[in-house]
């Protein structure tokens, strides 16, 4: 009978390992999603079939959003472009331009990170450029295989690490065929030549109980050509990514930095602490509601700035992949 899953769950204290300096220094950040769709059906990921929001809805959760930096006094803030494919939405252009054009009317300092898998045609990334601080882009080599995508997503790498805006290239070593593996590492020495800030390989997200001597050829090519690796210890042990991911990350009654100092927010205005809040609403995983709307609560306002005040408990038994948020010391009563 197979072992019951279980999560890594901290008793005594969380850390995160910085192995390199973000180099970005800002007041607050946001992981922002103005679009549900992708063009992409990756075997991990729920975000494929949505909906983008109303650029009405998205433009009025921005200006809501730079009264409220006003209010908590940030000087500089970072909206992460999260999704689904934030490109596909048909209007990102002239979101992009208006917070930019918010930014200038407030004058705080803006970064702009934009999430990506690079498979739409080379004029879209250069006209996004044009507004972005940085790209963020995955390679998901099924996908990319599967809709004859190669020669466009290498392109448009060429172009966007061209501009030397690359932070992060993050590469999914997904379950591909036995006599596709070759192809698949050739494709993945190739991207890993073009110049960026950050590359990690994650195979938390693959499932190798089907073939042993495959895992151990995924887990060889890891050690040879992965770039960079997040670590974080957790009690004494060390984890990467990969880990929490396989593993799972249940930090219940842990106090966390969410609503101090980073949030989730959609394009229609849900607030959510972090990604499986959002994740476990919106695909009815969960009758947890969003903190607030930041366009249809009259209060929302005041309840993000409660929020930047009183530290965060998590009530997830599962991080959702926001690992990168700091974890403070869980009560002394449940430890």
Not at 20 to 37: A, C, K, L, P
Not at 131 to 144: M, P, R
Request: net charge negative.
């Amino acid at each position: 009978m197979p072992k019951p899953f279980k999560r890594i769950r901290p008793k005594k204290y969380y850390k995160i390992l910085k192995t390199e300096s973000d180099g970005v220094d800002i007041d607050y950040s946001m992981t922002f999603r103005i679009t549900d769709s992708c063009n992409f059906k990756c075997g991990y990921c729920f975000w494929n079939d949505g909906i983008n929001y109303p650029y009405e809805a998205v433009t009025q959760t921005v200006a809501n959003l730079y009264d409220f930096f006003v209010k908590e006094g940030f000087k500089s803030v970072l909206f992460y472009f999260h999704g689904g494919e934030p490109s596909l939405h048909p209007q990102v252009i002239e979101i992009l331009k208006y917070m930019r054009a918010k930014e200038k009317e407030y004058g705080i300092k803006t970064y702009l990170e934009f999430q990506t898998n690079l498979s739409l045609k080379k004029q879209v990334y250069i006209d996004i450029n044009d507004y972005v601080d940085f790209f963020d882009v995955t390679y998901h080599h099924l996908e990319v295989t599967k809709h004859n995508n190669y020669p466009t997503f290498k392109d448009n790498l060429e172009t966007v690490s061209g501009y030397g805006n690359l932070r992060n290239l993050d590469i999914m070593l997904e379950n591909v065929e036995e006599n596709d593996i070759d192809h698949f590492y050739s494709n993945i020495k190739e991207i890993l030549e073009y110049p960026c800030q950050y590359s990690e390989m994650i195979y938390g997200f693959c499932h190798y109980k089907y073939n042993a001597e495959t895992k151990q050829r995924y887990l060889d090519f890891y050690k040879k050509h992965n770039k960079y690796e997040q670590q974080y210890e957790i009690d004494g042990k060390i984890y990467n990514t990969n880990d929490l991911f396989k593993e799972g990350l249940d930090c219940r009654g842990w106090i966390c930095d969410v609503g101090q100092r980073n949030i989730t927010i959609n394009g229609d205005g849900n607030v959510f602490m972090c990604g499986i809040h959002m994740t476990n609403f919106t695909h009815r995983c969960s009758d947890d509601p969003p903190y607030t709307n930041i366009v249809t609560d009259p209060s929302w306002s005041g309840k993000m700035s409660i929020l930047r005040k009183i530290p965060f408990k998590c009530r997830w038994d599962f991080c959702g992949g926001d690992f990168y948020i700091p974890r403070y010391k869980k009560d002394e009563s449940e430890i």
